[in-house]
């Protein structure tokens, strides 16, 4: 699959020509990367885990006294991020004063491990990218302890992600199962319980015959239509 790559309105010269915007399809949760790293190496997902923790405790001890960590995945080091003043100029730093609060973790992505993604990439130029669809990280049966992608009719499915506001009282919004790969496919909407801001939805599973289904959030930011986000996984329904 190509990388999507949309031209995008200049956020600070209006005026200015389109610049290239990678669209991000879906997003992977940390559960998911460490699985994939078990099924690769053998390791077991607590080990796995216990090393970015122990990596990321070794960047808060070298990174404030000034260092750079080097790593299979580049380098970091701390820098300054003086922000641009009403004019869209970044501020003298002689006429402010800088805090802890200034300062951002700059990676420099190690050339080998760049030029390898660049291999593996190909890149296609989308004319009406729809950069503001809905994203979904992770399902979680909210009846079974640790269970994912999977139920059963009447169990809440707890549903996370990004961008996940849609009207109630819209039928061609929320979130759909869509019967898969059978022609034509069928939507059924699942009657939501709660939702907490616009990155967590629980959801009944409807009746529906056992089987594999995807998971499809549609929302209607705007007047323009629907705005459909499907999550990476398959759901199962028993």
């Not at 002689?94 to 300062?103: I, M, Y």
């Not at 269970?147 to 009447?154: Q, V």
């Amino acid at each position: 699959m190509a990388v999507s790559v949309a031209l995008v309105k200049n956020t600070i010269n209006k005026d200015g020509p389109l610049v290239p915007r990678v669209v991000q399809r879906s997003k992977v949760g940390f559960d998911k990367l460490l699985n994939f790293m078990r099924r690769e190496t053998g390791l077991s997902e607590t080990d796995l885990r216990s090393v970015f923790l122990h990596f990321a405790e070794s960047l808060v001890f070298y990174l404030p006294e000034g260092s750079e960590v080097v790593s299979p995945l580049g380098t970091f080091k701390l820098n300054v991020h003086c922000r641009p003043d009403a004019t869209g100029l970044a501020q003298p730093l002689q006429d402010r004063k800088l805090s802890s609060g200034d300062l951002r973790i700059q990676l420099r992505a190690d050339r080998s491990l760049l030029d390898r993604i660049r291999a593996a990439s190909a890149v296609s130029l989308v004319v009406a990218p729809d950069l503001q669809r809905p994203v979904v990280t992770r399902v979680e049966n909210a009846n079974l302890a640790g269970a994912l992608n999977s139920g059963s009719p009447g169990q809440i499915l707890h549903i996370l992600g990004n961008r996940l506001s849609f009207d109630s009282e819209d039928q061609e919004q929320g979130i759909f199962l869509v019967s898969a790969p059978e022609a034509p496919a069928m939507a059924t909407r699942i009657m939501v319980y709660s939702r907490i801001g616009s990155s967590i939805v629980d959801g009944q599973i409807p009746e529906l015959a056992a089987g594999d289904y995807r998971l499809e959030v549609r929302t209607r930011p705007t007047d323009t239509g629907i705005r459909v986000g499907t999550y990476d996984g398959v759901i199962a329904i028993a």
